[in-house]
């Protein structure tokens, strides 16, 4: 079975500045990969996912971008960083029945 | 699009039977699935129920009946470990008969009493 690892677990950044958050994958090969945000009290909003190195779908426009340099590695980033952009952030494998194998989550908080 | 719809808070007691709908609106269907989320960590997967009917894991239960856009998620023999979110989330095929990801629905928060 696949493992989602996520890092940091928590990060506190100033507006305006750049984020970088990094996700791996263990346990299976050429996965499909996922990014979600979760404000407080709300559902998951799917923002990117990724069917194989390189290739990005982005769900919802936003201040948001992926990128995908190796088959086990999904990685978020944002050159300047808003308030919005607070919230829980989740990577995402997929299993047999595109069931989402979550990470531990990135707790964001812009200030 | 996708509309999904689950209650926002649900309580119970330790013991007792709880059981939490969601019902959607989409244009295709493709499968719906139950994620158990507790306070400050990550979804965990519960159920997929694609057929109508009755799918049965351990103490918990999903039912789905596609022609009512409904299905249901049935706790049994309720625990304190049991209060957590419950997300009900489906997926849907495009106009081109592509399956799109998942929606989630908002959540029911639900709080087991002693």
């Known amino acids: 079975s696949q493992t989602i690892h996520q890092w940091p677990a928590t990060l506190v950044q100033p507006v305006g500045s750049p984020l970088s958050l990094e996700c791996t994958v263990e346990?299976?090969?050429?996965?499909?990969l996922y990014w979600y945000r979760q404000a407080a009290g709300r559902g998951l909003q799917l923002l990117f996912y990724?069917?194989?190195?390189?290739?990005i779908s982005s769900e919802v426009p936003q201040n948001l971008s992926a990128s995908r340099p190796q088959d086990r590695q999904f990685i978020l980033s944002s050159k300047k960083l808003l308030l919005s952009d607070s919230g829980f952030y989740l990577c995402?494998?997929?299993?047999?029945?595109?069931?989402?194998?979550f990470g531990p989550g990135t707790r964001l908080t812009v200030l | 699009g996708q509309n999904i719809d689950q209650p926002t808070e649900m309580t119970a007691t330790e013991g007792a039977i709880v059981q939490i709908n969601c019902t959607y609106q989409?244009?295709?269907?493709?499968?719906l699935f139950w994620y158990q989320q507790h306070a400050g960590e990550a979804p965990t997967f519960l159920s997929y129920n694609v057929l109508d009917g009755l799918e049965e894991k351990g103490r918990f239960s999903s039912f789905l009946s596609r022609s009512k856009g409904y299905s249901y998620l049935l706790l049994k023999e309720l625990q304190m470990k049991d209060s957590a979110s419950y997300l009900c989330a489906v997926r849907d095929y495009d106009s081109s008969g592509s399956a799109r990801q998942l929606t989630f629905g908002s959540g029911t928060q639900l709080t087991v009493l002693p």
């Open positions: 989409t244009s295709g269907f493709n499968g």
């Open positions: 995402a494998g997929a299993g047999q029945v595109d069931e989402q194998f």
């Open positions: 990724s069917v194989g190195i390189g290739q």
């Open positions: 346990g299976t090969s050429n996965p499909n």
